[in-house]
């Protein structure tokens, strides 16, 4: 069955057999990446806009590159070089943008829902990278990616989650996406920082890693933000790597083929130690390699969907 | 009769005959902006640098994708990132990059004429994407293409343009325009914002809406930037709203076909109601489509001339 | 014998001919610069990446230039867009754009020796474009191809160099260039602007500009750093032009052939007058000519060596 939609705007909504026809889009495409001319054709002549009105370099560098090496032309606007500043709606800037005649736009918001909002008032093809505390559709994928690269299954896994998922748009893409394809996962973090309702999803909660680890396949660990703990939902960051920072000291406990993730950037020393994040178990560059291939399958089956 | 400039920096010194090549041009280029494949190989190997000291997106992101749909290569380089913050004069700026043998210059500058003392000092193309408070010819040339797209013709028309006349570089280039083109302008604006010596131009005044709105074929609403307010030359934004505000009830007495205009970023609620502007008379959004080929139709024509 | 490295960081380790053939190419890719169509296939499907952690117009637009010219993706990372500002570390950043698969880095950074640390950590090629006040190995090629240029050889030539060599990467990649070469290079500076064991890299002191003129081949002039006179090292910038500024009264003594250079940005009127800046010795535009060719044999030679 063909991939049938317009827009890619998050995990929650996506049947098993089109996550599972991206994977393998994904992975036969990812081999572009390797070749000594790393550009194909595909996307010639199609224009890819970026909408990015937060800051970043990867997801924007990844779905960049993904395009360019499927040849679309790319353009970026960002909050600060845009007409908001002169007081235009978002609204506004995307149909003016529209009416320039792009295929795809790639949006990444603080406010939840801006591109689903923008997806129903818009005939070109819209991709959430990530908004607000909502959804971050393609990390979701290339974390899934990862893991089935490495265990070669996603259903039947354990997959601990470890961190801020109370305000994780990777956290909550994944736990849909996880459940969807067999997975059971397991949440760990502070009260604080747990979202209500978490078994509704189908997660489990465990209050303290040292009882979750030994039976985790792969573990997630999500970025701390420091302005929680300007929030006061912590006591401090250092309080918080001694209950929740994951090191080797408490991966001694592991199943000896575990896997360890991060959506990056990371902050060494605080919800991982530089031993972990740079030993064995993780795969967490890996994560990033995939992240362009995941983009050009996403880039690909939009792009081609354009009349 | 070929087009022969060197430079696009103004429609003030435009012969008639230059700007229906100019429309005719972009109107057969508009076409590829529909096709699946939008690029054509005519610019390749063409380097395009916007020098852009303004802040912009709409016309800065026209240009740059009217020059890559014409397989242009494309820089940029803004007041920011460049070493105008190390003392350099902006001459020297330019001088540099002409070393870089580039072949088109796309400059927005907060000084009138800034466009044209470039173009006498350097052998590359210059194309004006406004200057100060002087010109800004691609708006007026889309705005004139977008006219005779739905009423055929420019002349014997009454244009009517209404605001900020006095500081807008738009309504100075569509009154040089409009007039070669045998179009009737009709300007209608708080006295605070109308220059002296309009009827010099031959533009007729009208001081009330009410007056000037049943007689036009077309209605230019200018865009009124806050900063009016605290220079003291309106009461406020709310009081410019009820006395020169476009909106339903004012257009309940215009014609049954007449156009409503906008260069954008539109103030919703302010110089324009949100009804009018989403309403059936409205081609503010056809006016961006043709924005991209009238500068495809400039890039065409300049590039091409470079030896 | 080929140029076999996997970066360019300095000038330093450079054998003469490595120096010998990056001059060569570069003066036979220089043609591609003067084309109707100015771009060649060589490394199209290639990633060139820009990290600039340091702002800059000429550099950077001129990697990026040479980069399109041979076909390459050129993508951007500056330190404002960037992660750093969540607290990631630079390697961090870089480790995870090497896991997109790119061919070359092209890195400045403000500290010292950056590029060579990363260079040690990744398989991609890097080039320096400016680290500290280490080296600015393409800068001192570009100068060197250009006294080539005008004088059909650097041997035995006197190189003045003039000015802040104390703050600069380019007089220092230039010493151990030129020397290299076979040119004798002679300093003249404030004393405070002089770095310390001059002599030991085989460069010659000068106090007095008059006493050095008369014998040059080629001046180059440096760029004053108005912060040298915040941090006390300099009277004022009217007592240094006097002193060291290089004008055409003082000109008038020199070689009837004799060449001026400077890096740009120029501060006129401070280290270097209009009429010399403007005048028949100057070759400062040739300079930024040259340069897109050198960075053009630099990306081309790194970009073969690719698997």
């Known amino acids: 069955m063909p991939f049938q939609r317009k827009d890619l705007l998050g995990i929650r909504d996506l049947e098993v057999h089109e996550i599972e026809h991206i994977l393998e889009l994904a992975f036969s495409l990812k081999e572009i990446n390797s070749r000594t001319i790393k550009k194909v054709p595909t996307l010639r002549g ?24 499927l040849s679309a032309d790319t353009f970026s606007i960002t909050a600060s070089t845009s007409s908001l500043t002169k007081g235009e709606t978002f609204l506004d800037t ?13 949006i990444r918001h603080s406010a939840s829902g801006t591109p689903h909002r923008i997806a129903q008032r818009t005939p070109v093809a819209v991709i959430n990278a990530g908004d607000g505390m ?6 979701a994928l290339l974390d899934m990616m990862t893991i089935r690269q490495f265990k070669g299954r996603l259903d039947g896994l354990n997959v601990l989650i470890v961190g801020d998922i109370a ?16 997975s059971r996962v397991i949440a760990c973090a502070p009260r604080t920082l747990l979202p209500p309702h978490l078994e ?9 890693l040292e009882e ?4 985790a396949d792969v573990i997630m660990v999500l970025r701390l933000q420091k302005e929680r703990q300007e929030q006061k939902l912590l006591p401090s960051l250092r309080e918080y790597a001694v209950q929740f920072g994951v090191n080797a000291q408490r991966l001694s406990h592991a199943k ?28 967490i560059l890996d994560q990033v390699t995939n992240g362009v291939a995941v983009r050009m399958a996403l880039l690909y089956l939009l792009g081609q969907n354009q009349p």
Chains 1, 2, 3 share one sequence.
């Open 46 to 69: 199609k224009t890819v806009i970026h909408l990015f009105y937060e800051a970043s370099t990867r997801t924007r560098t990844s779905f960049d590159i993904a395009a360019k090496r």
């Open 256 to 283: 000896k083929d575990v896997l360890i993730m991060h959506p990056g950037p990371i902050n060494r020393g605080v919800e991982i130690s530089p031993d972990v994040a740079d030993g064995p178990h993780a795969v």
């Open 167 to 182: 305000h994780s748009r990777v956290a909550r893409s994944n736990i849909w996406g996880l459940t969807k394809m067999g």
């Open 212 to 215: 979750a680890i030994p039976h």
């Open 134 to 139: 909502h959804e971050h559709p393609s990390q």
């Open 200 to 208: 509704s999803l189908g997660v489990q909660v465990a209050s303290r």
């Open 94 to 106: 995307v149909k003016n943008l529209e009416a320039m005649k792009p295929d795809i736009f790639i």
